[in-house]
C-alpha cells in the first residue's frame, strides 16, 4: 500500500499521480529480482533518466555523500562535468562490477569510446547469499528492457529484494512531488534503496513511531554472524532546468529527508545521493554553444522542501511495500504492517488524515 492510501500524510506537498520517479517525464524505471532456493534474496534496479539515447544526449547532475562507507560509480566524472550520461543502477555492495560491466556493454556502439555508469550498492548480505555473485550480466539487461514510465514496483523488488531497514524488511521505495504552478509546477521524483536505520529512531511524519513499534511489537531481524551496518542510495529527479551546482544542493536535501524518517549516517553506513535535472539536454560531442535554462537560485526553496519531503516517503514506502522475508542462514526481516504504523502514528498522539 503506498503512503497516501494509508491515510497518513508525509509534509504538505502534493504527490504527482503515480507517486514515484517516473512522475518526472521521461524518467524509467526497470527492475530485475533474483530470488532462488533459501539463500539468494537480490537484484538489480536501473533508473534511465530521460527517453533519448544517453549516449547522445546527458542531463546535468549532482551528487552528496551523508557517509562513505558505500561505492557510487562514476560520480568523479560527474563533479568534474556535472553530467550524468548513463542508466543509473542500484544492486548489492559485490555485484556492483557485474553491473557496471553490463551497463558499460550496453552502452551504444559507435557513440562512446568509452563508458563511465554510474552504479550503487548496499549490503544485503544477512538475507542473502551476497558472496555467491548471483547478479549477472542477463539481469541487468532484463532490468534495462523491462525499464518503463509506469509505476514502480516497491519492497521485495529489484536491487532492494535482500535490504532491510530500521528493523523491518526494507527495500526499494518511491515517491514523488510536484510544486504549485506559482513555484514552477516542476515534479521532483525519488526512488531509494533503503536499508539503514535503527527501529528506536524511525520517525514517520515527525512522530517517534519506532519508540512503540518496538522488538516486542515487531521482532527484529534474526541474522547469521556478519558485519552490522546499513545504508542508504537516493537518486533525486526533476524536470526544473537546474545546473550542476544546484542538483548538488538537491542532493544533499535527500538527506535531509532520511534524517527526518530517523536515518543519521552511521559510521558503518553508506548514504549516498544522486540527483539530475531533465531540464536541459547536454550533447556528448563537440559542437556549437548550447542554450541552456536555469532556474535561479532564489527560486529554488520548494524544490528542497518536495525532495525532504519524498525522500521520507520513499523511505517508509519501501517500508509499507516490502513483505517479510526469510533468507540465508533462516534470518529472518519482518515488515511493518500498514494496522501497526496507523497504531504508533496515533499511540504518540498523532492524527491521521487529511484533516490533520
Not at 514506502?317 to 500498514?338: Q, Y
Amino acid at each position: 500500500m503506498r503512503v497516501r492510501e494509508t491515510g497518513i500524510l508525509i509534509g504538505t506537498g502534493e504527490a504527482g499521480p503515480l507517486g514515484g520517479i517516473t512522475d518526472v517525464p521521461g524518467v524509467r524505471v526497470g527492475q530485475a529480482t533474483v530470488v532462488a532456493g533459501d539463500t539468494v534474496r537480490t537484484g538489480v534496479t536501473v533508473v534511465l533518466p530521460h527517453d533519448d539515447d544517453p549516449g547522445v544526449q546527458g542531463v546535468f547532475a549532482g551528487f552528496h555523500r551523508l557517509n562513505g562507507n558505500g561505492e557510487m560509480t562514476g560520480i568523479h566524472w560527474i563533479r568534474e562535468f556535472g553530467v550524468l550520461s548513463t542508466p543509473v543502477a542500484l544492486t548489492n555492495t559485490h555485484s556492483v562490477g557485474v553491473v557496471r560491466d553490463a551497463l558499460a556493454a550496453a552502452s551504444p556502439s559507435g557513440v562512446q569510446a568509452w563508458s563511465l555508469p554510474v552504479v550503487a550498492e548496499t549490503w544485503d548480505g544477512h538475507l542473502n547469499d551476497i558472496g555467491g555473485m548471483h547478479v549477472r550480466a542477463e539481469h541487468v539487461a532484463a532490468a534495462l528492457s523491462a525499464a518503463s514510465s509506469g509505476p514502480v514496483p516497491e519492497g521485495n523488488v529489484g536491487g532492494g529484494t535482500g535490504m532491510i531497514c530500521h528493523g523491518f524488511k526494507g527495500g526499494t521505495g518511491t515517491a514523488s512531488r510536484v510544486l504549485d504552478e506559482t513555484d514552477g509546477g516542476y515534479t521532483v521524483g525519488v526512488l531509494v534503496q533503503a536499508n539503514h536505520g535503527r527501529r528506536e529512531r524511525f520517525r514517520v511524519d515527525g512522530a517517534p513511531v519506532g519508540t512503540i513499534l518496538t522488538g516486542e511489537r515487531v521482532p527484529l531481524p534474526s541474522a547469521p554472524a556478519g558485519p552490522r551496518g546499513g545504508s542508504i542510495i537516493g537518486v533525486v529527479a526533476t524536470d526544473a532546468p537546474l545546473l550542476p551546482h544546484q542538483c548538488d544542493r538537491l542532493a544533499q536535501r535527500a538527506a535531509l529527508g532520511v534524517a527526518r524518517a530517523g536515518g543519521a549516517g552511521e559510521q558503518s553506513s553508506g548514504d549516498l545521493f544522486l540527483a539530475f535535472s531533465t531540464g536541459n539536454r547536454v550533447a556528448a560531442a563537440a559542437g556549437p554553444p548550447l542554450a541552456l535554462r536555469m532556474l535561479p537560485d532564489a527560486s529554488t526553496d520548494p524544490l528542497s522542501y518536495a525532495v525532504i519531503e519524498a525522500t521520507e516517503e520513499a523511505v517508509v514506502s519501501a517500508l509499507l511495500s516490502a513483505r517479510t522475508m526469510t533468507g540465508r542462514g533462516g534470518a529472518t526481516a519482518h515488515a511493518l504492517t500498514v494496522d501497526e504504523l496507523r497504531e504508533a502514528v496515533e499511540a504518540v498522539g498523532r492524527r491521521t488524515g487529511v484533516d490533520r
